[in-house]
């Protein structure tokens, strides 16, 4: 019958191996058959030894500080890993001057891109402008138009009312 603890350390294995196999299928083809082997073997080394640290409650805690110094150990290798992928690109001449033209050439096109938008917005906005302008110009003469009739309209009733 499993205790409570090895039931905990099962489903921690479980979750691992779902996170090792979602990472490793995010990784190129030939990273993720060199992590495959090394997670396959780091997977059947960590099963044989829990196995064996089961066996007593002082394994088990030595494992337990065992992981406690190997956790930084891993994330700073993890780190080293990732600055040397990143590296790699810049490592020979041709290659660094190929990654730089790569990256002058995203630059262009999103410059190109930005101005389009920006000229697009322009457009629309001188448009909107113009349209406004228009409306305005045409209530004010509709306006202008109505009051000098007023005007004119009173103009001639009050001359027609003044004794001649």
């Known amino acids: 019958m499993a205790t409570q603890t090895q039931t905990q350390r099962r489903a921690s294995a ?16 030939r990273s993720t058959r ?6 396959a073997s780091t ?4 099963a ?6 089961e066996a007593t409650g002082l394994q088990a805690l030595a494992l337990q500080v065992e992981r406690a110094a190997l956790i930084p150990v891993g994330a700073a290798l993890i780190a080293r890993d990732n600055v040397v992928e990143n590296v790699k690109p810049f490592t020979t001449r041709t290659s660094a001057e190929r990654e730089i033209n790569k990256l002058q050439r995203r630059v262009a096109t999103n410059l190109r891109k930005f101005e389009r938008r920006g000229t697009t917005a322009r457009n629309k906005f001188q448009r909107e402008v113009k349209r406004n302008r228009t409306q305005v110009e045409r209530f004010v003469r509709t306006n202008r138009r109505n009051i000098e009739s007023q005007a004119n309209g009173l103009v001639s009733s009050v001359a027609s009312n003044l004794p001649s």
């Not at 979750?15 to 190129?28: I, Q």
């Not at 060199?34 to 997670?39: I, K, N, P, Q, Y």
């Open 48 to 53: 044989s030894t829990r196995a064996k640290a």
């Open 34 to 39: 060199s992590r495959a082997r090394t997670t």
């Open 43 to 46: 997977a059947a080394n960590t």
């Open 14 to 29: 479980k979750k691992a191996a779902a996170t090792r196999k979602r990472n490793a299928s995010r990784t190129t083809a």
